[in-house]
């Protein structure tokens, strides 16, 4: 599935301490003029402190009198606040020329060089200040973080290291080594470092910062969130903590927290890159996919190589179903970045979701060879194969999946019901239990919600068991005939506790003593001695395909079958049909096993003399309340209250006809012939491959399977053809 990537901030990055002091030695003259100016400059009034400036330094004599070096200096400290960075270079170097040994403006200059990157010619500046004063520890510390932006890590330790020989309690020198070793993924020595910071400076936020990074990298969540509290108590203006935490946030689905903590940190630094990232995985992961999509507009708009920012747009875009948009920023993705194999993937989903399944293979293909162990990839080729009827292929895909991540329950359920659809019932039924263990299926929480422990597969005699459903309605009528093998194995009270629509059809079944709705039967749980889900009983009592239970039996009631049966003899003489062409919306694979239409159907009234009757509930009924002319229709789907009254009509009838539903189950479980179209994509696991039977339903039901890359039309057609052969034989 795609997923979104942040980025953290401080992650280990350089972040040179500087002491430049703004206050200067005055010049004889002027110094009201400096100390002015100096005052603007320590109020950030930078601009000001330059125009006032201006008129003493604003000129560019071939040599400049020493006693002007302060005012050049201020006014280079100015430039540098407003932004100006070339008009402080040219400053500072008048400055020096004009007095070689004014070392304040070393200190500046240098800073400035490292700020833009120009890293050798920091060093270098460095260099001659420490000729000039060689026990100015903030000058070999910032040294030895120029020397780490070239990668020239022994030397930059070394520095660090000989500030500390001379200046134990150093703050910054301590932080610098943090980051170093950090970087070098020394974490212990990059802790103590921190940690060594922070008790030479109580108040040293960016210390306190990369702590809480260090200790969240190494699984530390609670005490790197209390670091970055710590950040923020001394700098609440803090953005780069205030990210951190609500990246902090975020993993622990504190989503409403993570959101605002980065909006206040933009608010501070409106164009803070990486957190406008994150702010937009908040959001993906909030599902407000628009506004997702807008802030990585906004973070490629800053910063146009933003890989992590291409492939997250890609998941907002995914998510907002605009796939053509999304593939775009995947590829755009794995250009930048031919390792990100989550891009690969999510590449491939879209491409499947767009039908072009072969280009999809190959997109995956390209994942594996990155990471061979990559088991999202290994899943996605074992459900193309398995789309393709390649069994054996997807269930060895399915496996290196599992390999790849023992704990992915999507693996885990798909090769469950593969190996059920293959009849290889022991080890399916036992892997689907899984279920239990994926919090994001019902059935996890179930295990909270009940009183009694689950039944095992232990002796039932004398027992009180709860048959718990959880699963839909057509699951319930498929595995309810378990409660008579459960009741034959001398269990003294069944009750089946399911949703209301079963109720009155589910009193008449042989081994059910009670039929309770969901909350009275959780309320009444702890006076039982177990629990167990129909569809985990095939697991318990080791179901084979030789060894499948007989359907459920149901017996219509009297009444209701007069009832309906009055409704029905308005129709002309002639073999009856119910049928039913869409499902519940909610399933996961309605939009492939509904038929688009009634109309899809129509050819079935070329046969001559069949009557239809529309079973439809829900969806589709108001198709089935104003058919087309040519398409007469006794619709009662509408007035049918529950089953019961399905189980009524369909005691009229000579023939169902349906889409996967629940009433498939329902017809044949009373024994009347029931013909289920199956869609291609992802034929429910109950009907297994390769069959026209289901040995569920044995005699009773019939499949027509949609074949690759065919419309329902023709599926439709075949059902035709077996309709005029039954029926005008």
């Known amino acids: 599935m795609p997923h979104c990537s942040r980025r953290a901030s401080a992650a280990p990055r350089l972040l040179i301490s500087f002491t430049v002091p703004i206050t200067t030695p005055l010049a004889p003259a002027p110094d009201d003029i400096l100390r002015e100016a100096n005052a603007l400059c320590e109020a ?89 004063t060689p026990a100015d520890a903030d000058a070999r510390s910032n040294l030895g973080v120029v020397l780490q932006r070239q990668e020239r890590y022994a030397e930059a330790e070394a520095a660090f290291r000989a500030v500390l020989a001379h200046h134990p309690a150093h703050a910054d020198a301590h932080y610098n080594l943090g980051l170093l070793h950090q970087g070098q993924s020394r974490r212990a020595e990059a802790e103590s470092a921190f940690r060594a910071a922070i008790a030479a400076n109580a108040r040293h936020a960016k210390a306190y910062n990369s702590l809480g990074t260090l200790l969240r990298d190494h699984g530390q969540g609670d005490a790197a969130a209390e670091a970055w509290r710590q950040a923020l108590l001394i700098q609440p203006q803090y953005p780069e903590a205030l990210n951190n935490l609500a990246m902090l946030f975020k993993a622990s689905g504190k989503l409403a927290e993570a959101e605002l903590a980065i909006r206040i940190a933009l608010q501070i630094r409106p164009n803070f890159v990486d957190a406008l990232n994150n702010l937009g995985c908040v959001l993906t992961d909030l599902k407000r996919a628009p506004e997702a999509e807008a802030a990585f507009r906004q973070t490629l708009a800053l910063a146009p190589n933003h890989a992590e920012a291409h492939y997250n747009l ?48 190959d997109v995956l293909h390209e994942a594996v060879a990155v990471r061979p162990d990559f088991a999202e990839a290994h899943f996605n080729l074992a ?72 039944w095992q597969g232990e002796p039932l005699a004398g027992k009180a068991l709860l048959l718990w459903q959880e699963d839909g309605l057509g699951d319930m009528l498929q595995f309810g005939r378990y409660a008579r093998m459960l009741k034959d194995q001398g269990a003294a009270h069944v009750a089946f506790v399911c949703q209301r629509p079963l109720h009155r059809l589910f009193r008449g079944v042989e081994g059910i003593d009670a039929v309770l709705d969901h909350e009275a039967g959780a309320a009444a749980s702890r006076q039982y001695d177990c629990w167990v889900s129909p569809i985990s009983v095939p697991h318990r009592v080791r179901t084979t395909l030789d ?66 009757v529309s079973l439809q509930k829900g969806r589709g009924e108001d198709e089935a309340q104003n058919p087309p002319a040519s398409l007469p229709l006794l619709h009662l789907g509408t007035d049918v209250h529950d089953f019961v009254d399905t189980a009524a009509i369909i005691a009229h009838l000579d023939l169902v006809i349906c889409v996967d539903t629940s009433t498939a189950h329902l017809a044949a479980s009373l024994g009347k012939p029931c013909w289920v179209l199956l869609p291609h994509y992802d034929p429910d696991w109950r009907w297994m491959h390769g069959r026209d039977d289901s040995p569920w339903y044995p005699g009773t039901l019939r499949l027509f399977r949609q074949r690759a890359d065919e419309a329902w039309s023709a599926v439709v057609e075949r059902v035709r053809v077996a309709c005029a052969g039954r029926f005008m034989a």
């Open 44 to 132: 950030h009034r930078f601009a000001d402190a330059l125009a006032l400036l201006e008129p003493h330094v604003g000129h560019d004599a071939a040599a400049d009198a020493a006693a002007l070096a302060p005012a050049l200096h201020l006014a280079a400290l100015s430039a540098t606040g407003t932004g100006d960075a070339p008009r402080a270079e040219a400053l500072w170097m008048r400055c020096l020329a004009a007095k070689p040994d004014f070392a304040p403006a070393y200190t500046g200059l240098a800073a400035l060089f490292a700020a833009l990157g120009r890293f050798a010619q920091a060093e270098a500046v460095y260099q001659k200040l420490l000729v000039l």
């Open 314 to 361: 890609g998941v907002a875009l995914h998510a907002l179903e605009r796939l053509p948009e999304a593939e775009a920023a995947y590829r755009e993705t794995v250009r930048r970045v031919p390792h990100r194999v989550e891009a690969y993937n999510n590449l491939a989903c879209v491409l499947m979701a767009l039908g072009r399944r072969s280009e999809a293979l």
């Open 383 to 454: 459900s193309l194969a398995k789309e393709r009827g390649l069994l054996d292929e997807a269930e060895a895909g399915y496996r290196r999946a599992l390999t790849a991540n023992p704990d992915y329950g999507d693996a885990k359920f798909r090769l469950a019901t593969l190996l059920i659809s293959m009849g290889r019932f022991e080890e399916g039924f036992a892997r689907y239990e899984c279920r239990y263990a994926m919090p994001g299926f019902v059935h996890h929480a179930t295990q909270r919600l009940l009183q009694c422990p689950v």
């Open 547 to 612: 060894t499948i239970p007989a359907p459920l039996v149901f017996t219509p009631e009297p009444a209701l079958v007069e009832q309906w049966g009055a409704r029905l003899a308005t129709l002309a003489p002639g073999p009856r049909i119910g049928i039913v062409w869409k499902g519940n919306p909610k399933h996961f694979n309605d939009a492939h096993r509904s038929l688009p239409s009634l109309a899809v159907l129509a050819p079935l009234w070329n046969v001559p003399g069949l009557r239809f």
